[in-house]
Structure formats: C-alpha cells, structure tokens
Nanobody, 124 residues
Framework: QVQLVESGGGLVQAGGSLRLSCAAS????????MGWFRQAPGKEREFVAA????????AYTDSVKGRFTISRDNAKNTVYLQMNSLKPEDTAVYYC?????????????????WGQGTQVTVSS
C-alpha cells in the first residue's frame, strides 16, 4: 500500500507561483501513473494534471495548460506540481493520487491511493 503526503500549499497573490510536492512511501511509484486533482469549496474534485510512470507522457486540464507543470523524481519517490501565473480560480485543496497502472488517466476512480490534500489559496 502506498502512502502519499502533499506539501507546499499556501497563500499567494494572483500571478505568483507555488510548487507542490507529493512524497510517496510504502511502495516505489516509478511505474505508477501519478496525478494531481483539486477540489474547490462547493465543487466536485477535478483533474488537474497527470504523468505516465515513465515520465514520457503528461496530461493537463485546459485551464492550467501553459501555467502548471507536473514532474517526478523517481529517485526520491516524489511528484511535483509547479504552478505559475496563479489565478484566484486556482484556489482549492490539491490532492496527489497514485495509479498502479503506468497509464495516464483523467478519471479519479482510476487512482488507487490519495494524499490528504494541501490548501492553495490565491488572492486577487
């Protein structure tokens, strides 16, 4: 069973940047697809970004393309989400997720393990 712990959230002004980290333990996730999702108050959890186990394929939701970058360091068993040009509408709890398949998916039900989430708040 893999455990995931997110960090790096916080309060930032619009236009600023944050880098989220997701540290995995219990299993090596180098062959797992890893994803980031977010949930704003009163809204459903939505897909943000995902990366194939090998790191050679990524997917992003349209609203973050060109602003967010997902990456991974398999030596550290860690996945990152670099968020630039942040907007107030990016405010949400951000969750890291692991899928035991290496194939990228945008569907939350495909993911087998979740972190506890980290709050990102972007002020206008």
């Amino acid at each position: 069973q893999v455990q995931l712990v997110e960090s790096g959230g916080g309060l930032v002004q619009a236009g600023g940047s944050l880098r989220l980290s997701c540290a995995a333990s219990g299993r090596t996730v180098s062959n797992y697809a890893m994803g980031w999702f977010r949930q704003a108050p009163g809204k459903e959890r939505e897909f943000v970004a995902a990366m194939r186990g090998s790191g050679d394929s990524t997917a992003y939701t349209d609203s973050v393309k060109g602003r967010f970058t997902i990456s991974r360091d398999n030596a550290k068993n860690t996945v990152y989400l670099q968020m630039n040009s942040l907007k107030p509408e990016d405010t949400a709890v951000y969750y890291c997720a692991a899928r035991t398949s290496p194939i990228v998916s945008r569907a939350s039900f495909h993911y087998d393990a979740w972190g506890q989430g980290t709050q990102v708040t972007v002020s206008s």
